[in-house]
């Protein structure tokens, strides 16, 4: 199966400032790939599919990146409502499969 | 506005069977596919299971193949997750969700399931 690992594990921010995450594949996934926003008692939310595209209502400082086995979400200007927990997904090959999770907490 | 309320969770023995229920509302649930992917205590998202529209072609998780079996009822808008065999580290909140996009988009609230001697 298809292995993703994201980085950092988690990543210190201000409000107001950038926030890159990191996910890597073992091979390739093209552009199968996904973002999710997890909050603690929430449905985890989809953010961005196949790499680079957001999903219905989505604010625009959620953009991601990348094909191959090199993706990236970025967060251009961290709201108090986006410290959570992120998680790649892929949909290349079968079973689907998620990366570990990077938590976004406040600095 | 899509809603999925899932249900069947609960405190189950070692070896035990459950079945999940997922309902949908505000969707065309005969023409969407459905996953299930849980999230056990203090870890990360795991997929478990999809099951196509049309075809109702099956996938699994290494993890639960041979144990859990999706199954759907679109006239009653129902997805259901059949659980046998059911270990501890099956221990997590099983949610559903709908395939818009090629990736699970709308999601419930979960169903907590504890397998527990």
């Known amino acids: 199966e298809i292995v993703l690992t994201q980085s950092p594990a988690t990543l210190s921010v201000s409000p107001g400032e950038r926030a890159t995450l990191s996910c890597r594949a073992s091979q390739s996934v093209s552009s199968y790939l996904g973002w999710y926003q997890l909050k603690p008692g929430q449905a985890p939310r989809l953010l961005i599919y196949d790499a680079s595209n957001r999903a219905s209502g989505i604010p625009a400082r959620f953009s991601g990146s990348g094909s191959g086995t090199d993706f990236t979400l970025t967060i251009s200007s961290l709201e108090p409502e986006d410290f959570a927990v992120y998680y790649c997904q892929q949909r290349s090959k079968w079973p689907l499969t998620f990366g570990g999770g990077t938590k976004v907490e406040i600095k | 506005q899509v809603q999925l309320v899932e249900s069947g969770g609960g405190v189950v023995q070692p070896g035990g069977s459950l079945r999940l229920s997922c309902v949908g509302s505000?969707?065309?649930?005969?023409?969407?596919?459905m996953h299930w992917v849980r999230q056990a205590p203090g870890k990360g998202l795991d997929w478990v299971a999809f099951?196509?529209?049309?075809?109702?072609?099956?996938y699994y998780a290494d993890s639960v193949r041979g144990r859990f079996t999706i199954s759907r009822d679109n006239s009653r808008n129902t997805l259901y997750l059949q659980m046998n065999s059911l270990r501890a580290e099956d221990t997590a909140m099983y949610y559903c969700?709908?395939?818009?996009?090629?990736?699970?988009?709308?999601w419930g609230q979960g169903t907590l399931v504890t397998v527990s001697s």
């Open positions: 099951i196509r529209y049309g075809t109702n072609n099956q």
């Open positions: 969700a709908n395939n818009v996009y090629d990736f699970p988009t709308n």
């Open positions: 505000g969707l065309t649930f005969s023409t969407d596919g």
